[in-house]
């Protein structure tokens, strides 16, 4: 299995693990092992919420079989959820898995670029902003930040709470005196780190807060020994700036590959 593929798939479903059981009602929680991949459900969170519902690694630990695309398909139907992602990595197999995605109603939505980094050092960055490790006492204003830039909605934030202490994952805020201004997550497992939910409260954009938190993860992976470290936005496309994208690059990342993405169109 592709490593980045791996990691970013270990870090949602340690997220899953993490949560509670009244984060788990609150979103309507499932996962399911299926057609080589993995399906994360979160029913009663919006439409928009697609880092939380996505089947991802599919065709990935085994060829996917026709029937199982199907059952994804209805079984996200059957959940109420109107939109989601089924991403299907460039080796998955087989090659057919993307025409029958499309064959089940599905579209080609914008891709997400995948990236990866080694041990060279995180460039400087200069904020003035205070970057700082955050724990279970700054969980729930990480959430608000995280699932408003996500969006997320309300019923994901007892959800994302649970990701500071969670099994594998650190958490990072930028601070303006006693205030959270932005946040950033690192999941870091077998020597890989996957940096996650960067998020900036809109009072405090354009001041350095995701180059500096960004750096501060890569510092935090490679102080852990981590070989590689991942991450990952919207493909380029004409007409975005695509202000994470050049800062991702900007931090020593490199592009590795395009991750299709195929969903219900939309209403």
Same mark, same amino acid.
């Given at each position: 299995?592709?490593?980045?593929?791996?990691?970013?798939?270990?870090?949602?479903?340690?997220?899953?693990?993490?949560? &509670?059981?009244?984060?788990?009602?609150?979103?309507? $929680?499932?996962?399911?092992?299926?057609?080589?991949?993995?399906?994360?459900?979160?029913?009663? $969170?919006?439409?928009?919420?697609?880092?939380?519902?996505?089947?991802?690694?599919?065709?990935?630990?085994?060829?996917?079989?026709?029937?199982?695309?199907?059952?994804?398909?209805?079984? #996200?139907?059957?959940?109420?959820?109107?939109?989601?992602?089924?991403?299907?990595?460039?080796?998955?197999?087989?090659?057919?898995?993307?025409?029958?995605?499309?064959?089940?109603?599905?579209?080609?939505?914008?891709?997400?670029?995948?990236?990866?980094?080694?041990?060279?050092?995180?460039?400087?960055?200069?904020? &003035? $902003?205070?970057?700082?490790?955050? *724990? +279970?006492?700054?969980?729930?204003?990480? @959430?608000?930040?995280?699932?408003?830039?996500? !969006?997320?909605?309300?019923? @994901?934030?007892?959800?994302?709470?649970?990701?500071?202490?969670?099994?594998?994952?650190?958490?990072?805020?930028?601070?303006?005196? !006693?205030?959270?201004?932005?946040?950033?997550?690192? #999941?870091?497992?077998?020597?890989?780190?996957?940096? !996650?939910?960067?998020?900036?409260? +809109?009072?405090?954009?354009?001041? *350095?807060?995701?180059?500096?938190?960004?750096?501060?993860?890569?510092?935090?992976?490679?102080? $852990?020994?981590?070989?590689?470290?991942?991450?990952?936005?919207?493909?380029?496309?004409?007409?975005?700036?695509?202000?994470? #994208?050049?800062?991702?690059?900007?931090?020593?990342?490199?592009?590795? #590959?395009?991750?299709?993405?195929?969903?219900?169109?939309?209403?």
């Amino acid at each position: 299995m592709d490593e980045l593929d791996w990691i970013e798939r270990r870090a949602l479903e340690s997220w899953h693990a993490a949560a &509670d059981e009244a984060a788990r009602e609150a979103a309507g $929680l499932e996962w399911l092992e299926i057609a080589g991949g993995v399906a994360s459900i979160a029913a009663r $969170l919006p439409a928009s919420a697609i880092v939380a519902n996505r089947a991802i690694s599919l065709g990935m630990a085994r060829p996917a079989r026709r029937e199982e695309i199907a059952e994804i398909v209805a079984l #996200y139907r059957a959940r109420g959820v109107a939109r989601y992602f089924a991403q299907v990595h460039p080796n998955a197999a087989p090659p057919e898995l993307g025409a029958w995605l499309l064959a089940e109603g599905l579209e080609q939505a914008r891709g997400w670029m995948k990236f990866a980094r080694g041990r060279s050092a995180a460039p400087q960055i200069t904020t &003035d $902003l205070t970057i700082a490790e955050i *724990g +279970p006492e700054h969980a729930a204003a990480m @959430a608000r930040i995280a699932a408003d830039a996500f !969006d997320l909605g309300e019923a @994901a934030l007892p959800w994302i709470a649970r990701l500071p202490g969670g099994k594998c994952w650190r958490a990072f805020g930028a601070f303006e005196g !006693d205030a959270l201004a932005a946040v950033g997550g690192l #999941y870091v497992e077998d020597g890989i780190g996957w940096c !996650d939910f960067g998020a900036t409260a +809109p009072a405090f954009r354009r001041r *350095g807060a995701q180059s500096a938190l960004l750096a501060h993860r890569i510092q935090a992976a490679l102080d $852990l020994g981590c070989r590689m470290i991942g991450t990952c936005t919207g493909e380029a496309v004409p007409g975005d700036p695509q202000h994470s #994208y050049s800062n991702i690059l900007k931090m020593g990342f490199e592009e590795r #590959y395009i991750r299709l993405n195929y969903a219900p169109p939309r209403a």
